[in-house]
T-cell receptor
Framework: EAQVTQNPRYLITVTGKKLTVTCSQN?????MSWYRQDPGLGLRQIYY???????DKGDVPEGYKVSRKEKRNFPLILESPSPNQTSLYFC???????????????FGPGTRLTVT | TQLLEQSPQFLSIQEGENLTVYCNSS?????LQWYRQEPGEGPVLLVT?????EVKKLKRLTFQFGDARKDSSLHITAAQPGDTGLYLC??????????FGKGTLLTVNP
């Protein structure tokens, strides 16, 4: 089954404790992306990756790191989480048009993170 | 950041009614995607429109892309409770970024 998986689905942590949210896709997509979703602010792109070893900042990259060492995996790293990073996080993957515009995104089930 | 404005922000209607939601921008889209998100789940793609003036139909849902490729609409005919959800539009640019609107939260009451 074609899918994007994320782990963990729920996480409660404390300020400053480094954490990683994993994301994996089995569709051989070049493009992967992380989003956060907050009430009243919608879905905002954190980082994206056009292919292995190629990543770039989205609209809200501060406080986050990513890496793309393999095509299927795109982990999100919070080196020193803070309460304002409490949010619902989604990973997504897709193909890419020749123009550089991403095709339809396949989303993972989400990770609800609470930082106290 | 090139913003996408979605309206209305909230919409509550009775089963059987028709509705239209909108997605607008001040700049041209290279492509526009519509998604529906149900509580606790990730968004799921409904349709992608690429060509100005394009109209696509998905059962009771009709999607239209403006001629100037700066706006789009989603029309639902005879809404059903199963249509309840958050409807999001997203624009793709030529720089690999994807920008989402804040969405329209639709509630269809039985």
């Amino acid at each position: 089954e074609a899918q994007v998986t994320q782990n963990p689905r729920y996480l409660i942590t404390v300020t400053g404790k480094k954490l990683t949210v994993t994301c994996s896709q089995n569709m051989n997509h070049e493009y992967m992306s992380w989003y956060r979703q907050d009430p009243g602010l919608g879905l905002r792109q954190i980082y994206y990756s056009m292919n292995v070893e190629v990543t770039d900042k989205g609209d809200v990259p501060e406080g986050y790191k990513v890496s793309r060492k393999e095509k299927r995996n795109f982990p999100l790293i919070l080196e020193s989480p803070s309460p304002n990073q409490t949010s619902l996080y989604f990973c997504a993957s897709s193909l890419v048009f020749e123009t550089g515009s991403p095709y339809e995104q396949y989303f993972g089930p989400g990770t609800r993170l609470t930082v106290t | 950041t090139q913003l996408l404005e979605q309206s209305p922000q909230f919409l509550s209607i009775q089963e059987g009614e028709n509705l239209t939601v909108y997605c607008n921008s001040s700049s041209v889209f290279s492509s526009l995607q519509w998604y529906r998100q149900e509580p606790g789940e990730g968004p799921v793609l409904l349709v992608t429109v690429v060509t100005g003036g394009e109209v696509k139909k998905l059962k009771r849902l009709t999607f239209q892309f403006g001629d100037a490729r700066k706006d789009s609409s989603l029309h639902i005919t005879a809404a059903q409770p199963g249509d309840t959800g958050l409807y999001l539009c997203a624009r793709g640019g030529s720089n690999y970024k994807l920008t989402f609107g804040k969405g329209t939260l639709l509630t269809v009451n039985p």
